[in-house]
Each structure stands twice: as C-alpha cells, then as structure tokens.
C-alpha cells in the first residue's frame, strides 16, 4: 500500500498511525503541499493528502482510508463495532480533522509551513488570533471530555485517539502550550509514548529543528 503525503499533515499522520497501531505495512511517499507528483495526482486529483494506492484501487481522505484500512485488516479494531462507541469514534475523528484541526491550521500553516517549508513570511496575527480566540474554546470541550483511562472511547485505543492526538502535534509544532490543560497533557503525553506516534513525530521534531 502506497499512501502520498507529508506526516507534517495531521491527516497524513493519522493514517500513518492507524497502519502502526495495525502492524499494516505502509509505503510513505512524501510530497509537498500542492505537489504535481502526477501518480499522486491521480490518486487524488484534488490534490489534498493524504491520497492511496492499494494495486489498482486509489482513494482520497483521511477518513475514508482509515475504513478501507480497518475492512481490510479488521484486527485489532481501531474503530468499534457497539453502535454507540462506533458513532463515538467517528464523532471524534471528526473532531479532530474539523474543529481541532480548524483552530490548529492558521497557527501551524503561519509559522511552521510558510516560513519554514516555503520560505515565505506566514501571517502571525491571524495565528495569534486563533490561538487566542478560537483554540481555548476547542480545549476547553477536549479537556473535559478525556475519561480517567486517556482513551475517549471504550477505554482503549481507536481511531478517536489518533484522530485527536495527531493535531495536538501540529499544536505543539506550531508553539502552542497545553499550560491550564492537565488532562489534555496527559493524554498527549500518553499517545506520544505509543510506537505508533513516537517514531513520526522524534523525526518531524528533528526536522524542524535541522531547519532553525
Ligand atoms: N478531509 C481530508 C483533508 C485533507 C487535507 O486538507 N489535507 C491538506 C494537508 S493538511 C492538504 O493536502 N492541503 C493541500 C491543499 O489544500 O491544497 C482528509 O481527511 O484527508
């Protein structure tokens, strides 16, 4: 299985992780933003990543990768079949690619990938402004959700914890602090010690800062 992208994608990373948690053998070619790679292309012409091919078969979306990944190789089970731990899991994995990921983007895209990967000057007050104004409602929800066990549904891994962890990374790229967020902390503290995470994210870390 051959997946286009960056890990620096929270979606991207996602998908990565679920293979690991699954012991599912994945081909990471990497690409940038808006990359014209044309086999990547063609698995998704829309140009977003992460994008997959599996022999013949190509499919687009974080979301929808994950479900072709867990029909296909269904144990462990990152998402549960009890129908209220399933509509969980799918709610947070929504969660963290729109609402987190929403308040995450302006800070991570205006300090990390602009000036970083594309040399050019990000707009730091649009990333201030959702960190001040958009995050803490964000937090605030996710902080008062997270169960004793540091897993959001069924008290072990999912696709809810991968889906939420993954922007929490880009937060902590992008120089947010969890500071005010025990709980969250924890939980991140927590996924980033799964082998899973740990490996893809020593090397964004590394990466980033080769790169000053
Ligand atoms: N819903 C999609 C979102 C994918 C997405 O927005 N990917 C970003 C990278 S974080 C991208 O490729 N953006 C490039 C662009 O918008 O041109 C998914 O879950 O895969």
Redesign the pocket.
């Given at each position: 299985m051959i997946l286009y992208?960056s890990s620096f994608?929270?979606?991207?990373r996602k998908v990565l992780a679920f293979a690991a948690e699954k012991d599912v053998a994945i081909d990471l070619h990497r690409i940038g933003?808006?990359s014209t790679d044309p086999a990547f292309r063609e698995a998704n012409p829309l140009?977003?990543?992460?994008a997959l091919r599996d022999g013949d078969y190509l499919l687009?979306?974080?979301?929808a990768?994950v479900a072709y990944i867990e029909a296909l190789h269904p144990e462990p089970a990152l998402i549960p079949a009890e129908p209220r731990a399933r509509g969980m899991a799918l709610f947070w994995d929504e969660f963290g690619?729109a609402e987190l990921f929403d308040a995450v983007r302006p800070m991570f895209f205006n300090r990390v990938v602009r000036p970083r990967f594309e040399g050019k000057p990000g707009d730091l007050a649009a990333a201030d402004a959702s960190e001040a104004d958009v995050l803490p409602g964000v937090l605030a929800y996710l902080e008062a959700r997270i169960p004793e066990s540091l897993f959001l549904v069924e008290d072990r891994i999912t696709l809810a914890d991968l889906a939420v962890a993954s922007p929490l990374v880009n937060l902590e790229h992008a120089g947010g602090v969890l500071d005010g967020y025990p709980r969250i902390s924890a939980y991140l503290a927590a996924m980033l010690a799964r082998p899973s995470f740990a490996g893809l994210v020593a090397k964004e870390r590394a990466m980033l800062a080769r790169m000053g």
């Open positions: 992208g994608s929270p979606f991207v933003r808006a140009g977003k990543m992460p687009a979306d974080s979301s990768i690619d």
